[in-house]
């Protein structure tokens, strides 16, 4: 097992378990949601951006698709559920429910997550959150 595949597997299991998952961020982490560009620095801010995700703004229960490691990288795939529970961005908590695919890209060093780039689709959960219960959508043109 290469050193990648350690720090991933123990970062997934405190993560799941409600370990200390932090523990395997280096002290100057940097997490990037591709989507808009938004960076958080350092170990206690990105555990925490996390935490606010997962269990603040909704009780999420991410469901592990896949994982791929390399020399110093991983990729993740997984499906984010949850209730949205708290606000989150701006939206007051609906008690609504929410599923989307995400990806998650890791640079690991020195036995530390380094760098998590997060390929969210926060506009794809803003308009489970913001849609009209029980609306369905026109069919797309062709």
């Given amino acids: ?31 990037t949601t591709m989507e808009t560009g938004e960076q958080v620095r350092g170990r206690d801010a990105v555990r925490d951006l996390i935490v606010e995700m997962h269990s603040r703004s909704f009780e999420a229960h991410p469901e592990l698709v896949s994982l791929v490691t390399g020399d110093g990288v991983a990729l993740l795939e997984a499906v984010f559920a949850g209730r949205q529970v708290g606000t989150w961005q701006g939206l007051p908590a609906s008690g609504r429910d929410v599923r989307a695919p995400y990806a998650m890209a890791y640079d690991v060093a020195g036995g530390s997550i380094t760098a998590l780039r997060a390929y969210l689709p926060i506009a794809q959960l803003r308009a489970q959150l913001t849609q009209t219960q029980g609306a369905v959508s026109a069919p797309a043109s062709v």
Wanted: hydrophobic share 50%; glycine share 4%; proline share 3%.
């Fill in 1 to 31: 097992m290469t050193e990648t595949s350690e720090v991933m597997d123990r970062y997934l299991d405190a993560l799941l378990n409600g370990r200390d998952f932090a523990a395997m961020f280096a002290p100057d982490v940097v997490w």
